[in-house]
């Protein structure tokens, strides 16, 4: 608040500690006035509910506490619960389960050390387990929600399992909360706008051999060999992905095999992760993972399928000539994401679907930081 605005152009600054005077009513008067950007305090208070995924009491007290700064700024808020008792928070700007716009959030973390709940702010980051992921965001999603409330048609759903495969954004679209123009998940850093995203699917393949005492492995069928040379012929014929990353990729990331260092297991397993642009991904994989390679492959299962929305649609380039015209000298692009996250449960309704999202890193890691400038920015 400038000094005319309180009437204070008049004073003599001459005068003996006036001007010090008037510094303090200025400062005042700025503390006092409402703050551009998200509730910073909210926020923190928010951060330090331990919501792990798995906790469903943290993570409903993380719901009642958004829920209530909403309902305290009279936005219209409903709490769905799932078989577990788990709750998820739709807060909409209009009567209803159907605006315009219906944007996703989760108030779930991922597990973290205790002090990793302890919020520490340096400068224009904050620091916590979920300050990037996705806290920040939701403070974000609250804000928007204060701001356009009756004046625009926008609902949120405030999911809270989004990182064990993200159901309850699922059970919200089934249960008829859903947008009619466009559905923005709020879950990346960027100055741009994602308009797809991989699929993603676990397969668990195994190799049978025989097992006995290590020092007869001449006379026995070593199953952790016929998996990994397996796995290297199932490599060597599966097509390269582009460097761009977008391809079907498939990773192995768990071996599961034997219990003792002198003794051969009968079977040996491996957990193959298929990050997929193509939906018959799971199909081929499987297929050549027999014929190549003679695996078996026991357990599929998938986590979503690939989204893709159309680069070209009018909503698409109006979001992404909203954020250049924001940030003018970062140049936002249109991108597509290597990973998944809740867009996928909005595929399929006949409206575009975009990722976007506030500014941090460290994402699951021990210095997980958020940026609190671009949060009140977006």
Not at 173 to 180: D, E, M, N, Q, S
Not at 197 to 222: E, F
Request: hydrophobic residues 40%; proline residues 4%.
């Amino acid at each position: 608040m400038k000094v005319r605005a309180l009437g204070l152009n008049s004073l003599m600054l001459n005068r003996r500690g006036s001007a010090l005077f008037t510094k303090e009513l200025v400062r005042r008067a700025k503390e006092s006035s409402p703050r551009a950007g998200i509730d910073r305090a909210f926020l923190k208070e928010l951060l330090e509910i331990p919501s792990v995924t798995a906790d469903i009491p943290a993570v409903n007290r993380a719901v009642d506490l958004t829920r209530g700064w909403l309902e305290k700024r009279s936005v219209r808020c409903r709490v769905e619960t799932d078989e577990s008792g788990r709750k998820i928070l739709w807060a909409s700007t209009v009567e209803g389960k159907t605006p315009d716009y219906v944007l996703a959030v989760h108030l779930d973390v991922v597990p973290a050390e205790a002090g990793q709940f302890a919020v520490r702010v340096e400068g224009e980051r904050i620091f916590a387990r979920g300050a990037h992921d996705c806290k920040g965001n939701a403070a974000i999603a609250c804000e928007v929600l204060r701001r356009l409330n009756g004046k625009a048609s926008v609902g949120v759903v405030f999911a809270s399992d989004e990182e064990l495969g993200g159901s309850t954004t699922g059970l919200m679209v089934k249960r008829g909360y859903r947008p009619r123009k466009m559905g923005i998940v709020v879950d990346a850093g960027t100055y741009g706008v994602f308009y797809a995203q991989k699929g993603n699917a676990y397969l668990t393949v195994r190799a049978t051999g025989k097992g006995g005492h290590s020092s007869c492995a001449l006379w026995l069928d070593n199953p952790i060999a016929k998996l990994t040379q397996g796995y290297e012929k199932f490599r060597a014929a599966w097509p390269a992905v582009p460097e761009d990353g977008w391809g079907d990729l498939v990773v192995p990331t768990v071996i599961r095999a034997g219990r003792a260092e002198n003794a051969i297991p009968d079977t040996a397993e491996m957990v193959l992760n298929v990050r997929s642009v193509s939906t018959d991904a799971v199909a081929r994989v499987t297929a050549m993972l027999k014929d190549a390679a003679g695996l078996e492959v026991v357990n599929v299962r998938s986590t979503g399928e690939p989204m893709a929305s159309d680069p070209n649609d009018p909503e698409i380039q109006r979001l992404l000539s909203e954020r250049r015209a924001k940030w003018p000298e970062k140049n936002g692009m249109l991108q597509r994401m290597l990973a998944i996250t809740d867009a996928r449960h909005f595929a399929g309704l006949g409206v575009p679907v975009v990722i976007v999202g506030s500014l941090g890193g460290n994402a699951h890691g021990k210095d997980e930081w958020g940026d609190l400038a671009n949060m009140d920015e977006n």
